[in-house]
């Protein structure tokens, strides 16, 4: 499996923008949602985190919220932007628990598990 980095392109087919670098996000934690073949979560959605979604993501097992230092990782809370697993992102959607994303800054790769259809009705940066 390569760990060469994918192109940085979003799912409109432009330059991938940072997504957040306080938090420091994504899979590289260079504040993108690039991601790789060695990615299985597909960490490529950069959505703005909500009460509801972290309440839901912990209810699944993902606790996004609470603090973990020793991973430096400073907990999220609900405006923080963050590049989520893909499947993740669907999963809330069918759960109509789905954060606002902002697809300038979500990787084209998203695409291979959620339409552009579905996304476009909660884009932070388009409505």
């Known amino acids: ?3 060469e980095q994918f ?3 979003n799912v409109f087919g432009e330059p991938l923008l940072p997504c957040s670098e306080d938090p420091l996000t994504g899979f590289f934690r260079d504040g993108c949602c690039n991601t790789n073949a060695q ?10 985190m909500t009460t509801e979604f972290l309440a839901f993501s912990k209810a699944q097992g993902n606790d996004l919220s609470t603090p973990h230092p ?3 990782f400073p907990g999220l809370r609900p405006g923080d932007r963050w590049c989520l697993c893909a499947a ?7 759960h109509d628990a789905a954060p606002r994303v902002h697809l300038t800054r979500t990787h084209q790769a998203a695409l291979e598990i959620i339409e552009l259809s579905i996304l476009k009705p909660h884009a932070a940066d388009m409505n």
Do not use: F, I, N, Q
């Open 1 to 3: 499996m390569s760990d």
């Open 7 to 9: 192109p940085s392109v």
């Open 39 to 48: 990615d299985l979560g597909s960490h490529t959605v950069c959505a703005e």
């Open 70 to 72: 020793e991973w430096g």
């Open 88 to 94: 993740r992102w669907l999963e809330a959607w069918k």
